[in-house]
């Protein structure tokens, strides 16, 4: 139940950035003996792993501030944040850390795949499609503050995924409402801007 709550909270925070999840397991499993990763998956606490996910980090991180900038990433972020959510799910359900006596995750790598695609993609579905909401109801100016507050999320929920997994399933239903919060508040700003704009042309 902790591996597949742990795998969960890593791929969600997967679907708000593929890259802080990745780093974060491979940092820990690298210098500490909390994440012990299977042999299958030891490359990813390599230097040159970490080093190309540093590298791809830094580009999302200024790529996903910038107004229409950001629905572009996104949309390359449709393949990229579901499979790292996938890989980093299956990765760590099969850490004999988690596991705590079970080897079904392990013995079934596809399961933890599947579950971590499906994980990070419902989530980066909800980042891109309430990203040009709210583009479009703050003239742009949103961006940077959503995004900084989407890092911030993936970094915290990450962390507690390994270290406190049992909160995993408040902070993804936090996560899921703040996300449809956001959408809607974009939403209805972009409406009454609309409708502002319409009544002007009217008159």
Same mark, same amino acid.
């Given at each position: 139940?902790?591996?597949?709550?742990?795998?969960?909270?890593?791929?969600?925070?997967?679907?708000?950035?593929?890259?802080?999840?990745? &780093?974060?397991?491979?940092?820990?499993?690298?210098?500490?003996?909390?994440?012990?990763?299977?042999?299958?998956? +030891?490359?990813?606490?390599?230097?040159?792993?970490?080093?190309?996910? +540093?590298?791809?980090?830094?580009?999302?991180?200024?790529?996903?501030?910038?107004?229409?900038?950001?629905? &572009?990433?996104?949309?390359?972020?449709?393949?990229?944040?579901? +499979?790292?959510?996938?890989?980093?799910?299956?990765?760590?359900?099969?850490?004999?850390?988690?596991?705590?006596?079970?080897?079904?995750?392990?013995?079934?790598?596809?399961?933890?795949?599947?579950?971590?695609? &499906?994980?990070?993609?419902?989530?980066?579905?909800?980042?891109?499609?309430?990203?040009?909401?709210?583009?479009?109801?703050?003239?742009?100016?949103?961006?940077?503050v959503v995004s900084t507050a989407e890092d911030g999320a993936a970094i915290t929920?990450?962390?507690?995924?390994?270290?406190?997994?049992?909160?995993?399933?408040?902070?993804?239903l936090l996560l899921l409402w703040g996300l449809f919060a956001l959408w809607r508040?974009?939403y209805n700003r972009r409406r009454r801007r609309d409708e502002l704009m319409a009544?002007?042309?009217?008159?």
């Open positions: 139940m902790l591996a597949a709550l742990t795998g969960a909270g890593l791929s969600a925070a997967a679907g708000l950035n593929a890259y802080i999840p990745f &780093i974060l397991v491979a940092l820990i499993a690298r210098f500490t003996d909390v994440i012990n990763l299977p042999h299958q998956y +030891a490359w990813i606490e390599s230097w040159w792993a970490i080093g190309i996910a +540093a590298v791809l980090l830094l580009s999302e991180v200024v790529l996903d501030k910038v107004a229409v900038v950001d629905s &572009i990433n996104d949309a390359v972020g449709t393949f990229v944040r579901p +499979a790292t959510g996938g890989l980093i799910f299956a990765a760590t359900t099969a850490a004999e850390d988690f596991e705590k006596g079970s080897t079904f995750m392990a013995d079934n790598p596809w399961v933890g795949v599947i579950l971590g695609i &499906i994980t990070a993609g419902i989530v980066h579905t909800g980042k891109a499609v309430s990203r040009p909401v709210v583009n479009a109801g703050t003239g742009g100016l949103g961006a940077p929920l990450s962390l507690v995924a390994i270290f406190l997994p049992v909160l995993v399933i408040f902070l993804l508040r974009g009544d002007a042309g009217y008159s």
